[in-house]
């Protein structure tokens, strides 16, 4: 079903506000022809619409749209007009009956949800609804839209195919906040894990660990949507930083996070855009072992992969070559030859500065940061550290935060 244009400019003005700066709501009514008393607005949204649009000509958005349209229309007995306020998201601007204690307007709309998921899921077309609020004063329904695009929020995490009538948020309790305080503590080492992974070029290592980290960073913001995209977007943006701090092209990064950022605020659905924030944060991982410039065999870069993945773990030069599938003479000289020094010697130099990060960035103690680095004996993390930068562990810190 085609929308008539006059209803639709009706309709733009009402969801706006804008309508009372040229009439009132009768002479507006009267100029567009227009007789629905809308009172509330119901968003309908298509599920997973940018990954199903991906591809698709002009003609296949135009048949879903007339497809949900004729399923909505079929389906909502009270008087309405609607307006597409973007792809594959629809505005109804329902006009419900008075309220009443035995039959509220948002249960009505609730009811009225229920019946479109049905008929949509006949034309298998599977839709999100949010409703807003039943407004009296029809210059109030440009709120009830916000409420409605606000009730979607929550689809983010929890998936498709769901109604969100609108609730007004309440502030965490005092318990929560402290749980939140506390769980960002943990949170904060383990960004600073990652970070140190990224430091010393561990591809699989980072992209393994972000999963977790941001079902924490969910947790720690109570699931609230724009909170956590923010965090996540901050921690992307820490990554990038020791990418341009390895010496890495700064006018390719930053033109690439912005496009990145806009794409994130864009991503609706929460498994989605963790594959996005892996897949980001793989490519600048990898940008940073460009910039170490180890031109080696495919085989050499292979073991170099494996010691990243184990470095704060005991290293044997049988598992490594194993995971080679080479002996550990043939890997060993090879290595050597192509790096231009031992595996242990690489191993070390690793670890070494990885340990760097650690002291620049934390305040942990010099026998933490060794256990996290792989050498058990602070001792000799200490003697290996000041052999190769002149300063002992606790003067290079020092050296640092001058």
Known sequence: MNQNPLHAAFSHLLLTGTFVHEFTYEEMQQAYGVTVNPRLIMLVSVDRYPDLVDGK?????????????????????????WLWIEEGVVALLLELPPQTEQTPANRSAVQIAKAIQKETDAVRISVSIGIGTHYDDPAMLQHSYEEAMQSMIDRFFQGNRMIYPYVKKKQPEAAAQETTTAFKDTLEKERIDLLALVHIGDVDGAVAVLPAILENVAKANHYHVSRFKSEVVDLVMMVSRLVLESGFSAETILAENAHFIQE?????????????????????????VLTQRLDVSPIVRQGIRYIKGHLNERIMLEDVAQYCCLSKYHFSHLFKKEVGVSIVDFINKLRLEKAKYYLETTDLTVQQIANKVGFQDANYFSRMFKKSNRLSPSEYRSAKLC
């Open 57 to 81: 000509a002009i003609e296949w958005k135009i048949e879903i749209g007339q497809s949900l349209m004729s399923a909505i229309c079929k389906t909502v007995q009270v008087p309405f007009t």
């Open 264 to 288: 994130l605020y864009r991503t609706i659905r929460y498994d989605k855009f963790v594959r996005k924030v892996c897949n980001y944060v793989r490519q600048l991982t990898e940008q940073v």
